[in-house]
């Protein structure tokens, strides 16, 4: 287990400074009022980004004493859901990450953040984020969004510019705006056995449900969608051709292959820029560049978390106080996504320090694919989540693979995905019905 210890206990009362983050603020009384210990829970990168900002909150708050208590994203959530269960055992404050939330829409052993005064910043945040954290009632609000993923398309520029291919993202773009374009640089950026486009042929149709939409609101599965097939015509060409490494992608062998320069692109949420940076290819500044998704593609999401509070928690006061500096203040905010990446809900942060949404990124060798995320995030639309998505997701890469291997046509392969989903999810639809019939808002059989 990764855990660090933070104490926030001031002495003296200083006025914050002015910085590039945001304005001054001075502590008031009232938040000298507020004290005790509160434990903070989730996984890293998570617990470096609240450390750029604890010098802040301590500020703002001196006498409430924190503990990050870090570990790996599995463990943290099932952690969490055994503690939730029991009623004793979890943090003041923990993270969720969006492929989760689904799972505690509905949940009474979280604090409703509404009674505590979260209403009121419902229009500070991206509407696709703050709805996945509404009760399927409507009536309560269990989690604050903290960071998004616009999904970004990242690849070696050292790479492209050996194969004579442009590596100005806009260039890129446009060259791979068609699955043609995709496959003419897979071809040219290949060595089969050497060097790979990707590191599954499955995750360009994995893109087309990043954002987990994979029901409707009715709970019927939707897997047609525009380009679909051509999608994964495309993907099959790619594996034909021994064009990618058959690998996944969060694997130790994806990593190496990444920093070698021997997988040449992947796609992910904008935090990969911040893997990329610091665990992944650490020494790779100028190595890499990104753009939109390829072959026309809709502005997506990929992840991001939410904080939220436990029932149990016996200092909500504190606990909110340190959930509301964090999430709902720009200087927060963005001394988190300068340390690592993770992208503001919050829009007031976007316009307080524009620098760090439109700059040249020096790792990026002077591109700005923070600009392009931006854009992004402003563009990706409300979805439905439910508790099936993680399951539907795992199935994306077995069924396309036991597809390929059978030499099955796109239609089968998605026909396949079909019935797979639907027998590994049955049980869990109808978990999930009976919290909407437990919600009053189900009207189907």
Not at 15 to 32: C, H, Q
Not at 80 to 85: G, I, P, V, Y
Not at 257 to 271: L, R
Not at 381 to 392: C, E, G, K, L, S
């Amino acid at each position: 287990m990764r855990k660090t210890k933070q104490f926030l206990a001031g002495a003296m009362v200083l006025a914050m400074t002015a910085s590039m983050f945001g304005g001054a603020t001075m502590v008031s009384a009232a938040n000298e009022d507020i004290s005790g210990y509160i434990e903070v829970g989730g996984w890293p990168s998570g617990d470096d980004a609240f450390k750029a900002a604890l010098d802040g909150f301590n500020e703002a708050y001196p006498n409430i004493e924190v503990e990050l208590v870090f570990t790996d994203t599995t463990a943290h959530h099932q952690s969490l859901q055994t503690a939730l269960a029991a009623g004793s055992g979890a943090p003041d404050v923990a993270m969720v990450e969006g492929a989760y939330i689904a799972q505690y829409r509905n949940s009474t052993a979280l604090t409703d953040l509404n009674t505590l005064g979260a209403d009121k910043y419902k229009d500070d945040f991206v509407a696709f984020k703050w709805d996945q954290a509404v009760s399927d009632d409507g009536t309560r609000l269990v989690a604050i969004p903290w960071d998004l993923g616009p999904t970004l398309y990242y690849y070696r520029t050292d790479v492209f510019e050996e194969c004579g291919l442009p590596t100005d993202p806009d260039e890129v773009a446009e060259l791979m705006s068609t699955w043609d374009g995709v496959l003419q640089v897979a071809e040219a950026v290949s060595i089969p056995g050497e060097r790979w486009f990707l590191p599954s042929a499955a995750y360009p149709y994995q893109w087309l449900f990043i954002n987990r939409d994979y029901y409707d609101e009715d709970l019927n599965l939707q897997l047609e969608r525009e380009g679909d097939l051509e999608c994964l015509d495309a993907c099959l060409k790619i594996r034909e051709n021994g064009w990618d490494m058959n690998v996944d992608m969060w694997s130790a062998e994806a990593y190496a292959a990444y920093a070698a320069g021997t997988c040449v692109s992947v796609a992910s949420g904008s935090w990969f820029s911040g893997f990329l940076k610091t665990d992944i290819d650490p020494d790779g500044a100028g190595h890499w560049g990104a753009t939109v998704l390829p072959a026309g593609m809709p502005s997506t999401n990929w992840g991001g978390s939410f904080l939220v509070i436990p029932e149990q928690s016996e200092n909500k006061e504190a606990a909110w106080a340190f959930v509301e500096y964090m999430m709902a203040t720009s200087k927060a905010q963005n001394e988190m996504f300068a340390a690592v990446d993770y992208f503001p809900a919050y829009k007031p942060a976007w316009d307080e320090a524009p620098e760090l949404y439109t700059d040249p990124d020096p790792y990026f060798g002077g591109q700005a694919p923070n600009a392009i995320a931006t854009k992004i995030a402003a563009e990706v639309p409300v979805v439905y989540n439910t508790i099936m998505d993680t399951t539907a997701e795992g199935y994306l890469y077995s069924s396309f693979n036991a597809g390929a291997e059978a030499g099955e046509t796109p239609e089968q392969i998605r026909e396949r995905l079909g019935k797979d989903i639907e027998a590994a999810c049955a049980e869990l639809k109808e978990q999930q019905i009976q919290a909407l019939k437990d919600a009053g808002v189900w009207d189907g059989e």
